[in-house]
């Protein structure tokens, strides 16, 4: 089995900075993707930015410039340091990887985290 564990939210004010982090353990033979997403009260869940194995990053428009997106793969490990917050940020943040188990070589599956709330509120 595959867990991802996500950390790091929790309330800031307008204009401040939080880090989540996400770690993924288990019978993991590689990882490909990673990303975050959230879901406001009342919404979908959007795609906020994701990081493949190699290759560039991708950010919604409403996070560019604000948001930064990395990731440790000798520790199975993606961030996202999220700056100049506002209030429209406020959601649960849920971390996302692609990934094929031990001992499958092809199967990629798609596994999510339990989400970590973010506040964004004076």
């Known amino acids: 089995q595959v867990q991802l564990v996500e950390s790091g939210g929790g309330l800031v004010q307008p204009g401040g900075s939080l880090r989540l982090s996400c770690v993924a353990s288990g019978s993991i033979r590689s990882i490909y993707a990673m990303g975050w997403y959230r879901q406001a009260p009342g919404k979908q869940r959007d795609m906020v930015a994701t990081i493949p194995s190699g290759g560039s990053t991708n950010y919604a428009d409403s996070v560019q410039g604000r948001f930064t997106i990395s990731r440790d793969n000798a520790k199975n490990t993606v961030y996202l340091q999220m700056n100049s917050l506002k209030p429209e940020d406020t959601a649960v943040y849920y971390c996302?990887?692609?990934?094929?188990?031990?001992?499958?070589?092809?199967?990629?599956?798609?596994?999510w985290g339990q989400g970590t709330q973010v506040t964004v509120s004076s």
């Open positions: 996302n990887a692609i990934l094929t188990t031990l001992p499958d070589y092809f199967t990629r599956q798609n596994y």
